[in-house]
Every structure is written in structure tokens, then in C-alpha cells.
């Protein structure tokens, strides 16, 4: 007697299996189905157009040969999908068709150059006339300080000295012949002479004889609070009197002014 043995099959071991599962099989499935029968081909043109994308099998075939895709099955698509497709309009052109591109012409317009000024032309005056020019404004100059010095200038050599700077500017501090403040213009022209005087007004009052209005004389210096000129006889002064001011001749304006000697 022949004794046989029967082996039992297992089966192998597979996922779990749970209504997820079944699910997600069957959207695969329809998904699949639809993938490949969304190609619209429009026959005039040779131009696809994609409605859903094309699996990645299927893109081979698509660009090797498009005249031989299918037609798309819009059974297997939704109600969305279908109204894109109806209203999606369809764009043919010729198999010829070239594309062009027409460059607009540019026109560069240069503007006109303003004309130039024409030159202004000056009266020119000789090298004679300009020397004439010249001396009558000397001569008037001269004339004007000669006007302007009192007669009592003449032979006193301080007033002599003093008229040279008629008309240099009051300079605040100034102790030259660029500009001078009135002590500055005392010192300076007693400096000629060889004689030094202090700095300022009260210094060279402190420095010197007081006499009376009677007994001064031309050269003798004149002080004020705050101020020193030097006395040209009579009721004139020479002095640097303030800012705005050249040195000049003119009237003694002090009500009690204080005459000083010096030597």
C-alpha cells in the first residue's frame, strides 16, 4: 500500500487589507483610465493640447508620433472637466507657418546747435587817452585833499606828515597805512618823526603836557574820552575818526575836548 503525503499551502504574507485599500485601488484604476485618454489632438495643426497630464509612459509615443494618439474619451472625465474641453477654443494655423517679428523703425532726431552770440563789441581807447584819463583823476584827487587841508598844515611838519593818509580807511586795531583806528593813526605819524607814542588814547594823554585851548598849536593832539586826533589850528582836526570813516579833515566836535603836548 502506497502512502502519500499532502503538503499544505501557505500563503505568502501580503499588506493588510482595510477599506482605505480598496479605495485608493479603484481611484488608481480611474485615474490610469483617464491619464491615457486625455490627449486632444487637433487634426489641422499637428498641435496637442494637454487637458490632464500625460503619463510618463505614454510621453514617448506623444512626441515621437502625435498623429497616432487616440482621441480622448471625455465619458471617463467630470462635469469640470468636460465644460473646460466645450468651452476651451481651438487654435489651428497653417503647417507652414512661419513666425516673424517686425522691428519698429527708430529715428534719432538731433537737435538744432544754438547759434553763438555774436561778439560784443568794445570801444577801444588809445594808450594816450587812458594816460589823460589817468592824470585828470589824479589832478582832481589832488585838488580835493588840497581843498581839504587847512592852511595851518603848511610848515608843520606832524600836519604834513598826517595829511599824506587823507582818505585811508578806519581799520579797528589798524596801525598801518592799510587801515588805522585813531591812536593808531597819532602813533604812526608821530612814529615819522622819530618820536614813539603809546598805543592807546589814554597812554599817550599820560604821555604828554595838557595846555589850554589857548595856548595849543598845530600839531598839538586833541583828547576825548575814548578818542585822539591831532589839533590842525584854528577849529580843524585831523583824525581816523570811526568804523565807515577815513582819516580827513575836519571841525572839532568835542564840547571840552583836552590838548595835549607832546615833547
Not at 153 to 171: I, T
Amino acid at each position: 500500500m502506497t502512502a502519500s503525503a499532502v503538503r499544505a499551502r501557505h500563503r505568502s504574507a501580503r499588506r493588510p487589507v482595510t477599506p482605505l485599500t480598496d479605495l485608493a485601488t479603484a481611484a488608481t484604476g480611474t485615474l490610469a483610465l483617464a491619464g491615457r485618454r486625455t490627449a486632444v489632438v487637433a487634426a489641422t495643426t499637428g498641435l496637442m493640447v494637454s487637458a490632464v497630464a500625460v503619463p510618463a509612459a505614454n510621453a514617448a509615443t506623444a512626441s515621437g508620433d502625435q498623429a497616432a494618439l487616440p482621441s480622448v474619451d471625455t465619458a471617463a472625465l467630470t462635469a469640470s472637466a468636460k465644460t473646460v474641453l466645450e468651452t476651451a477654443p481651438v487654435v489651428t494655423a497653417p503647417a507652414d507657418a512661419a513666425w516673424s517679428f517686425e522691428t519698429p523703425a527708430v529715428t534719432a532726431v538731433v537737435p538744432e546747435p544754438e547759434p553763438e552770440p555774436e561778439p560784443v563789441r568794445t570801444t577801444t581807447t588809445s594808450r594816450s587817452a587812458q594816460r589823460a584819463a589817468t592824470a585828470e583823476t589824479a589832478t582832481a584827487t589832488a585838488e580835493v585833499a588840497a581843498a581839504a587841508v587847512p592852511q595851518s598844515v603848511a610848515g608843520n611838519a606832524v600836519l604834513e606828515v598826517a595829511a599824506r593818509y587823507v582818505g585811508v580807511p578806519y581799520v579797528s586795531g589798524g596801525t598801518t597805512p592799510a587801515g588805522f583806528d585813531c591812536s593808531g593813526f597819532v602813533s604812526y605819524v608821530y612814529a615819522q618823526l622819530g618820536i614813539s607814542l603809546p598805543r592807546t588814547s589814554s597812554a599817550i594823554k599820560a604821555a604828554g603836557t595838557v595846555v589850554s585851548a589857548s595856548e595849543a598849536q598845530p600839531g598839538d593832539l586833541i583828547w576825548s574820552p575814548g578818542h585822539i586826533s591831532i589839533y590842525a589850528g584854528g577849529d580843524q582836526q585831523i583824525d581816523s575818526p570811526r568804523p565807515g570813516k577815513t582819516i580827513q579833515f575836519r571841525s572839532i566836535w568835542q564840547s571840552n575836548p583836552t590838548f595835549i603836548r607832546i615833547g
